[in-house]
């Protein structure tokens, strides 16, 4: 009985300081440095829609606090938070689904974005994994830009081999109805993460007086954007979230430059 406690005892301990493990069973130890709350100053980011193929893997990834969009999608985006006031600056790729979710009081259903997988470049960034519940892990990543196209990669846990790579493909001419009907309607859905059983509610990136593709237009000391055509390359490894998912027919895509002061904040659901 005393040696079982022990046993109980060294997990629950583990548990604390080495925080939850990964799809693919890594663990994540909390950072070496004191936790500094980051305050974006200026970023650039890609952001992609995909239609998903694989059904049945998607629902194995929904979250039972969660239940299943009528319309399965994924949005991936690479980050480079290349000026901030606190806190060092860092890159992060961003792997998220679309799920609903039915608030306990009034039992009203909404669409949000759930964080699947969110890699970083410094140790600062991980702790959004342990104080925020963002799927965080410490990897390199690299954002490059050319005169036509904008490319983000993710690599692998050996740091040589992409787990994902972005490519925003400029293009001429405004977007389609399709396009802008498909951003007005998903911009206003918040993203979710789950800390300690609770739903976190870290709000939109839009749905605002005015709609992403006029925001350029109405404040450009603030915003620059161009919409473009984007391909998205992933290995055939099983424990990738988007081989897993089958990422399927590119919707809309991005790329966008904020020069804003903010931090992050969420209302507990």
């Excluded at 000026?83 to 909404?110: D, H, M, N």
């Excluded at 993710?154 to 802008?180: I, M």
């Excluded at 007086?209 to 237009?217: A, D, G, S």
């Amino acid at each position: 009985m005393i040696k079982f406690a022990k046993i109980i005892f060294l997990f629950i301990l583990m548990s604390s300081c080495y925080g939850c493990a990964t799809e693919s069973e890594e663990v994540v130890k909390p950072p070496s440095q004191p936790f500094v709350p980051h305050i974006y100053l200026e970023k650039e980011q890609i952001v992609a829609y995909f239609e998903v193929t694989n059904i049945t893997e998607y629902k194995k990834l929904v979250p039972n606090i969660f239940s299943m969009p009528e319309r399965p999608l994924c949005r991936v985006s690479a980050v480079d938070f290349y000026k901030t006031e606190a806190g060092p600056p860092y890159l992060e790729s961003i792997i998220e689904i679309l799920v609903k979710y039915k608030k306990p009081q009034g039992g009203k259903e909404i669409l949000a974005w759930y964080f699947l997988e969110v890699p970083v470049t410094t140790e600062n960034a991980l702790w959004g994994r342990f104080v925020s519940g963002f799927p965080k892990v410490l990897r390199k990543i690299t954002f490059e830009r050319y005169e036509n196209k904008y490319v983000g990669t993710s690599y692998g846990r050996d740091g040589k081999t992409p787990a994902l790579k972005l490519v925003l493909q400029l293009r001429k001419g405004d977007l389609t109805p399709d396009e802008k009907s498909f951003l007005d309607s998903i911009l206003p859905f918040p993203s979710f993460t789950i800390k300690d059983g609770k739903v976190r509610n870290w709000g939109g990136s839009g749905g605002g007086k005015y709609k992403v593709y006029e925001l350029e237009k109405v404040a450009p000391q603030m915003w620059n954007i161009k919409f473009g055509d984007c391909s998205i390359e992933y290995p055939n490894d099983p424990k990738n979230y988007l081989y897993r998912l089958g990422i399927g027919k590119f919707i809309t895509g991005y790329w966008a430059r904020l020069k804003y002061r903010h931090g992050l904040k969420f209302i507990e659901e």
